[in-house]
């Protein structure tokens, strides 16, 4: 995709998102997304509130090929941060932010594993372009500041069109009736050890990997409390891939969806 296209996507989108999270105007909204500056007429509430609706949204690209959406989102979320910090105490490294957003805020799916590879590449290497004043000694020596976060379970590889739970069905607040709490303390476990496995490294890495598929295990089977089915099963056994959203991404899916797609 055409980088003018994805970054008019973008801005747009972001703005949106802004207006509709946050008591901004339409002309800093605009101010913030297309000259990447903080008006003055902005008090510090509003700042904070920026930044909290920021670092709070969930974006997804549900045909992510190459990754061209992602990253230009990615550009646009830090450029935007860059902003709000000239109007703030915290004063974050370009590095330190794009890898809070990776590993919080941007989710894609495709039908093809090799684009989803590239995707993964492409979003590491943008990564990795901050640190062109590291040198290779120091590089070595802060490894565990630098390393390349795991990315498995940002980017996917299925179709996103089919292999879904039936969607009248997903009702969250039944699954808390019925399971008393055991649904929230599932998605909190898969929340917090998704977030250690971003950053983890061999064994380590194994072990959480395996129970993450443990505990995707066990929600798929609290879903099947409600779950009588899927959801286009008949087209779903045709497909090559599938790709089941509440049990591959259950903390944004069953926390309302995305807020941008």
């Given at each position: 995709?055409?980088?003018?296209?994805?970054?008019?996507?973008?801005?747009?989108?972001?703005?949106?998102?802004?207006?509709?999270?946050?008591?901004?105007?339409?002309?800093?909204?605009?101010?913030?997304?297309?000259?990447?500056?903080?008006?003055?007429?902005?008090?510090?509430?509003?700042?904070?509130?920026?930044?909290?609706?920021?670092?709070?949204?969930?974006?997804?690209?549900?045909?992510?090929?190459?990754?061209?959406?992602?990253?230009?989102?990615?550009?646009?979320?830090?450029?935007?941060?860059?902003?709000?910090?000239?109007?703030?105490?915290?004063?974050?490294?370009?590095?330190?932010?794009?890898?809070?957003?990776?590993?919080?805020?941007?989710?894609?799916?495709?039908?093809?594993?090799?684009?989803?590879?590239?995707?993964?590449?492409?979003?590491?290497?943008?990564?990795?372009?901050?640190?062109?004043?590291?040198?290779?000694?120091?590089?070595?020596?802060?490894?565990?500041?630098?390393?390349?976060?795991?990315?498995?379970?940002?980017?996917?590889?299925?179709?996103?069109?089919?292999?879904?739970?039936?969607?009248?069905?997903?009702?969250?607040?039944?699954?808390?009736?019925?399971?008393?709490?055991?649904?929230?303390?599932?998605?909190?476990?898969?929340?917090?050890?998704?977030?250690a496995y971003q950053t983890a490294?061999?064994?380590?890495?194994?072990?959480?990997?395996?129970?993450?598929?443990?505990?995707?295990?066990?929600?798929?089977?609290?879903?099947?409390?409600?779950?009588?089915?899927?959801?286009?099963?008949?087209?779903?056994?045709?497909a090559d891939r599938t790709f089941?959203?509440?049990?591959?991404?259950?903390?944004?899916?069953?926390?309302?969806?995305?807020?941008?797609?």
């Amino acid at each position: 995709t055409p980088k003018a296209i994805t970054s008019y996507m973008t801005k747009n989108a972001l703005k949106q998102h802004l207006l509709q999270s946050t008591d901004i105007s339409h002309e800093e909204a605009v101010a913030l997304v297309a000259d990447h500056t903080a008006p003055e007429s902005l008090t510090s509430e509003q700042i904070e509130a920026i930044d909290d609706a920021l670092r709070s949204a969930s974006i997804l690209d549900p045909a992510v090929g190459s990754g061209a959406f992602i990253i230009a989102m990615l550009e646009e979320l830090v450029n935007v941060s860059e902003a709000l910090d000239k109007n703030r105490i915290d004063e974050r490294t370009r590095f330190s932010l794009k890898e809070e957003f990776i590993a919080d805020n941007l989710y894609g799916v495709d039908i093809d594993p090799g684009g989803i590879e590239l995707c993964k590449f492409r979003v590491w290497l943008h990564l990795m372009q901050d640190l062109n004043n590291i040198s290779h000694e120091e590089f070595i020596d802060r490894n565990d500041e630098f390393a390349l976060p795991n990315l498995g379970f940002k980017f996917f590889a299925g179709n996103s069109l089919v292999g879904e739970h039936d969607p009248t069905r997903v009702d969250v607040g039944s699954y808390q009736e019925t399971l008393t709490g055991g649904l929230d303390d599932t998605l909190d476990e898969i929340h917090n050890t998704r977030k250690a496995y971003q950053t983890a490294h061999g064994e380590k890495k194994d072990r959480l990997g395996e129970k993450l598929d443990e505990l995707t295990t066990e929600l798929e089977t609290q879903l099947a409390v409600k779950e009588k089915g899927g959801w286009m099963s008949e087209v779903a056994e045709e497909a090559d891939r599938t790709f089941a959203w509440t049990s591959k991404i259950p903390e944004v899916i069953l926390n309302g969806g995305f807020d941008i797609v």
